[in-house]
């Protein structure tokens, strides 16, 4: 079983890569943006609380991201593998997902991080903002999710680095390069 982290700032191609992946490696695909997106456009009880937050860069308060991680590995026990993608995005996420997997007799196998550049970050973002029209990529928001990236969920390179979980790849280049890339390194695993 391979349980994956696509890690990496908003604008590197997390998601992108993740649905290749998934697809190719049969992995199941979380996504907690897509996972909150579907809530919001539903209007569920949940879109409705977080709406505001996610419009505004900030994060989605820790105990709502476990509560729904818990969820989703139950109803998918028996899968080849998890891939995930924007979650975790802090140090209280990842230490609940470690005791869940703890819990299931299982770990993560590698933290895949995809580097780039801020200013390419930028400007990704802001092409993603014409495109797409998402409500939180406009350009002071984009900034802030930049920010609150690099306080609250860039200090997780440290903590997988420490539990020789982590490995980092330059995302730059065709979405087919990077793609061969990751699956190198996902072949080459042990587990
Ligand atoms: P994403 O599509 O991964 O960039 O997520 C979009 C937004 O959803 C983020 O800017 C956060 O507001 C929220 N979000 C997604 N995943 C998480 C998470 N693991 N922890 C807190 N907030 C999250």
């Known amino acids: 079983m391979k349980n994956l982290i696509l890690f990496g700032p908003p604008g590197a191609g997390k998601g992108t890569q993740a649905n290749l992946l998934a697809k190719h490696y049969q992995l199941i695909h979380i996504s907690t943006g897509d996972i909150f997106r579907e809530e919001i456009k539903n209007q569920t009880p949940l879109g409705l609380k977080i709406k505001s937050i996610i419009d505004d860069g900030e994060l989605v308060p820790d105990a709502i991201l476990i509560e729904i991680i818990k969820n989703v590995f139950e109803k998918h026990r028996n899968s080849n593998g998890i891939l995930m993608d924007g979650f975790p995005r802090t140090v209280a996420q990842a230490e609940a997902l470690d005791e869940l997997l703890i819990s299931e007799h299982s770990e993560i196998t590698r933290v895949l991080s995809l580097k780039v550049d801020e200013e390419e970050l930028l400007d990704r973002l802001l092409k993603r903002s014409q495109e797409f029209n998402r409500s939180d990529d406009g350009a002071d928001i984009i900034r802030h999710r930049l920010e609150v990236y690099a306080k609250q969920t860039f200090p997780l390179e440290d903590y997988y680095i ?20 990751l699956c190198a390194i996902i072949d080459n695993l042990k587990t």
């Not at 420490?162 to 890339?181: H, N, W």
Request: zero cysteines; charged letters at 25%; aromatic letters at 10%.
């Open 162 to 181: 420490k539990k020789q979980k982590y490995v980092s790849l330059m995302g730059i280049g065709s979405v087919e390069e990077i793609f061969s890339s």
